[in-house]
């Protein structure tokens, strides 16, 4: 019976870990993929990518420093679950180390609300431990000094026995601006401190942009610390610094500080943003088309149902096979309609994805060369005569179709999704404008033919050759590196092997051989 009551809301109040959203916990990323609202501080924003993308996004800031901030928050989370709603307050770090979760968890427990707190980790242990820097070792003292800095915002140091922090034998670990980490620095020489203890300030930790700052305690409290500047970070004090000469990793990979544009389809762009992130680079994505339904989806259907009456299936694109096999999923055949059908793979991602499915192409092409393809075929017997049906995205034409006719064959030419261009007034697409113009991005990537001409577009095709001279442009393949061609630019980088894995590869091999230093 409905009793006209509001459901129960719940806040689940998540640390989204140091900065990496891959960090985050796996009870906390279930939490965040069902919530209804997120509520989340600034730094924890790369979370988001988590979040559901229908549910409202509330940006409260910075960590709360003034309590009727704090308490505005507090009431938003509450009202937000007294609608029945579940509500993920995500927070840098952990939200009970050196921030106000406990503060908002005790204002739900007064207001009857119930909640759950999901620990994340300590942004003083994830970025130390990136920046190669343990903050216990055997030999290291036996003792963690965690200091409360940043979240005042303030450039006065904390109010502790300084006299007594200098006498603890093992790590110091302060949240703090840069400005903060200088004064934090010459408290501890005033206060006694060693000048040749080792200090390490960490910033951007985890991210793709992390840098870290070494040496003794006296050079990084000097005028003019390369430290002093805007922003969070981390402070460590200890002996535990000069394993960072040998422990170092995360800012040792191969692309680590290059930023890697990707204009792959949102759809598409993971695998390759992933694999770019997992060397180092910064992926910025910006989307140059999205995928829509073709305009006969019924045609896809028909073709889908009738598979066992055409001799050759040749699939233009991974994302071609996902949607001719959803189509014979939706329909009364299987996977065995293929039957005795020979099957052609236009592209190594292409055959790939028809593995995921249990099929094995008969013929595999590097890429989409209308003549050789054509070849190819005849080579395994008479194309004249032959049932064939061609599946592909509407941007890549009907030019295969055509000398499949005119080698004899019977064709049926199937778009089973059309790509659909993005707009180029997007803030993704504006900020990569800003920064190829001022040559902060070191590469830019093109999965496709039809990305290069889109990415042109939304730039402005004036002045398309003119910004992309200042970077390296990366093809696919040569008929990408063509298309860019075309348009007066040269690929720089085109792989052996045609695949988003050749093409980061072949990012590797060049930058290895001409390195950048990293901003």
């Given at each position: 019976?409905?009793?006209?009551?509001?459901?129960?809301?719940?806040?689940?109040?998540?640390g989204a870990g140091p900065g990496d959203p891959s960090l985050i916990s796996v009870r906390g990323l279930r939490y965040l993929a069902s919530a209804d609202v997120v509520v989340y501080d600034r730094n924890a924003e790369p979370a988001l990518r988590w979040a559901p993308p229908d549910a409202e996004r509330i940006e409260v800031g910075a960590p709360a420093e003034k309590d009727v901030a704090q308490d505005a928050i507090s009431m938003l989370l509450a009202e937000k679950a007294r609608d029945g709603q579940r509500v993920a307050r995500l927070k840098w770090g952990d939200a009970f180390v050196f921030d106000s979760g406990a503060k908002e968890a005790l204002f739900l427990h007064e207001q009857g609300i119930p909640f759950e707190v999901v620990p994340g980790i300590p942004a003083a242990f994830g970025a130390s431990a990136h920046a190669g820097v343990p903050v216990t070792y055997p030999g290291g003292g036996d003792a963690v000094v965690l200091l409360r800095g940043q979240e005042d915002r303030t450039d006065a140091p904390p109010d502790l026995d300084w006299d007594a922090l200098v006498k603890v034998e093992g790590t110091?670990?302060?949240?703090?601006?840069?400005?903060?980490?200088?004064?934090?620095?010459?408290?501890?020489?005033?206060?006694?401190?060693?000048?040749?203890?080792?200090?390490?300030?960490?910033?951007?930790g985890t991210m793709p942009g992390q840098r870290t700052q070494t040496g003794t305690i006296e050079a990084l409290a000097a005028a003019g610390s390369p430290i002093a500047h805007e922003g969070p970070g981390i402070l460590v004090v200890g002996e535990v610094v000069n394993?960072?000469?040998?422990?170092?990793?995360?800012?040792?990979?191969?692309?680590?500080?290059?930023?890697?544009?990707?204009?792959?389809?949102?759809?598409?762009?993971?695998?390759?943003?992933?694999?770019?992130?997992?060397?180092?680079?910064?992926?910025?994505?910006?989307?140059?088309?999205?995928?829509a339904p073709p305009e006969d989806p019924e045609a896809v259907d028909r073709a889908a149902a009738s598979i066992d009456g055409y001799d050759w299936v040749i699939f233009e694109s991974a994302s071609a096979v996902e949607r001719l096999m959803d189509a014979l999923a939706r329909g009364p055949r299987d996977i065995r309609a293929f039957g005795r059908v020979a099957i052609c793979a236009i592209g190594p991602s292409t055959a790939d994805r028809l593995g995921i499915h249990g099929l094995k192409p008969d013929v595999t092409m590097p890429e989409l060369r209308v003549e050789v393809v054509g070849e190819a075929l005849e080579a395994r017997g008479?194309?004249?005569?032959?049932?064939?049906?061609?599946?592909?995205?509407?941007?890549?034409?009907?030019?295969?179709?055509?000398?499949?006719?005119?080698?004899g064959a019977a064709i049926t030419d199937l778009v089973?999704?059309?790509?659909?261009?993005?707009?180029?007034?997007?803030?993704?697409?504006?900020n990569v404008y800003r920064q190829?113009?001022?040559?902060?991005?070191?590469?830019?990537?093109?999965?496709?033919?039809?990305a290069v001409g889109q990415?042109?577009?939304?730039?402005g095709r004036d002045a398309f050759?003119?910004?992309?001279?200042?970077?390296?442009?990366?093809?696919?393949?040569?008929?990408?590196?063509?298309?860019?061609?075309?348009?007066?630019?040269?690929?720089?980088v085109v792989p052996e092997t045609y695949t988003v894995e050749g093409l980061v590869k072949a990012l590797v091999e060049y930058f290895a051989l001409s390195p950048k230093e990293p901003r």
């Open positions: 019976m409905n009793t006209g009551e509001k459901p129960q809301g719940r806040v689940f109040i998540i110091i670990v302060c949240y703090a601006g840069g400005r903060l980490a200088v004064t934090i620095l010459r408290e501890l020489l005033a206060h006694g401190a060693a000048p040749d203890r080792q200090a390490a300030f960490i910033y951007d394993l960072r000469q040998y422990l170092r990793w995360f800012d040792e990979r191969p692309l680590f500080g290059k930023k890697i544009v990707v204009t792959r389809s949102r759809e598409q762009a993971r695998e390759l943003v992933d694999l770019l992130e997992d060397l180092g680079a910064e992926a910025i994505e910006a989307a140059t088309f999205k995928t008479p194309v004249d005569g032959q049932r064939v049906l061609i599946v592909r995205p509407d941007h890549l034409h009907d030019h295969l179709a055509k000398d499949l006719v005119r080698r089973v999704y059309r790509s659909v261009p993005e707009t180029s007034e997007s803030e993704d697409m504006q190829l113009l001022d040559g902060s991005i070191d590469a830019v990537t093109f999965a496709s033919a039809t990415f042109a577009s939304a730039i050759a003119d910004l992309l001279q200042k970077t390296v442009v990366a093809a696919i393949g040569p008929v990408t590196a063509a298309a860019a061609a075309e348009l007066g630019i040269t690929a720089q």
